[in-house]
């Protein structure tokens, strides 16, 4: 047998009894003969002890003036006790583990810290302890520069870490354990009637991942997708196999027969301020270099980009929108705004080119007085943008929509 990684997320580690399902999970991959490596996250969420955002309310507590360099050392603690926390009961139970930290398990990243860059995995050490019989527990999230100095991955770094590791060590498989029965049509904390996918490809589950879903980092998919992975995501609560994530002809090697989706599912990301600038007839081109040459020369991403002879439409994150307008200012223009506003996407392979999506999509929005803001479509997505207000009826009336409950 080959060999396999686990990773739980920080809410399949914060309870004794959570913990009791992810010994399960270990002893029974076990017993199949895998050689295991088990990836995890810090503790729980926002409010508990050990989670990554408890420690960053510490640093903010105490003035927030930590270096970039400091705060990635604090950070790597949350990974830390979960990893020595799950060896603790593994060895109770008789399971001989040993804990690698990223640099330990051989992590190396550039330093830009709290998004660092993974250069390369050295996995001789892993190999080494997986020979030696133990089931190695690596911390999720981090990784060590050339010079020794810890660096952290950024959001849903543990998940990079798993993937890579799987990349790293040939794995046959990466099982991704989370909250939810895998992989669904929606968020299932927005829209109750959400479906889990038994399959999805890597390119469908990048884009949504890219579109906001968060059961999965995008990053760690393009790795496991460059490395032709496999990797499963299902819950830590069940014995559900949850979604495999492959690519189609892997699919149908497993399960012969074929899956031909229209629309795979529906993500959104909040927090967007859409900015519109009105631009001089005769002159909008311009005008409208000089906005979007500010932008990036401040160092601000824009997104969802509209541009007419006489405006120039387009969004940026809620937490770059008062610098967004004050450098617009500047060079004399007198842009207008609105923040907390959400970007919904319809996602899937089989949209292209169909005949009638659009009107669907208006339909489905209007039936419930939503307005759209804006709107834009690519090969495999549709994007329109919505009040905050508005988000939740939107997910459900396209979910419905497109029947994605069938
Ligand atoms: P973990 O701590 O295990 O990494 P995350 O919170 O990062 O867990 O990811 C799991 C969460 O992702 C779920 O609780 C769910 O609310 C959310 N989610 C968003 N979109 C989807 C989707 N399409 N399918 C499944 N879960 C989703
Ligand atoms: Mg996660």
Known sequence: MGILVQKFGGTSLSTPQARDHVIRHVKRELGHGYSLVIVVSAMGRKGEPYATDTLLDWVSQNGDALPQRERDLLLCCGEIISATT???????????????????????????????????????RILRELRAQKVVIVTGFQGQTEDGDSTTLGRGGSDTSATALGAALRAEMVDIYTDVNGILTADPRIVEDAKPLSYVSYTEICNMAYQGAKVIHPRAVEIAMQAQIPVRVRSTFSE??????????????????????????????SNITQISVDCPDGNGSGVQLQIFKSMADSGISVDFINVTPTSAVYTVFDNHSEQAIAVLQEIGLRPKSLSGCVKVSVIGGGINGVPGIMARVVEALSDHNIQILQSADSNTTIWVLVKKEDMVQSLRALHSKFELHR
Do not use: M, W
């Open 240 to 269: 559900n196999e949850g979604t495999l994530v492959t690519h189609p002809e892997g699919f149908q090697e497993s399960q012969p027969g074929i899956v031909d989706r229209f629309v795979t599912g529906i993500a959104y990301v």
């Open 86 to 124: 799950l060896c603790s009961l593994l060895e109770k139970e008789g399971v001989p583990s040993t804990v690698l930290t990223g640099a330990q398990a051989g992590f190396l990243t550039d330093n830009s810290y709290g998004n660092a860059r993974i250069l390369d995995v050295r996995p001789e």
